[in-house]
């Protein structure tokens, strides 16, 4: 099964940081990062992916235990 997941949040070391655990478990960053302004804060945004084997996809799963 391939998982998809966008995170999001204000573009400071707390996204970096998770974003960077997301890629030390196993995450793959999927296409380029975006970035917004919403009017006092840049926001900030990335696409990930990752391959579950052997699971089947199913609705509710929880992305964040994978």
Not at 15 to 42: A, H, I, Q
């Amino acid at each position: 099964m391939k998982l998809y997941r966008f995170i999001t949040g204000p573009d400071d070391e707390v996204f970096c940081m998770r974003v960077s655990k997301s890629l030390n478990d196993g995450w793959e960053l999927y296409g380029s990062p975006t970035l917004t302004f919403d009017g006092k804060t840049p926001i900030a945004g990335q696409a990930l992916t990752k391959e579950v084997p052997n699971e089947s996809f199913h609705e509710g799963i929880d992305l964040r235990s994978h």
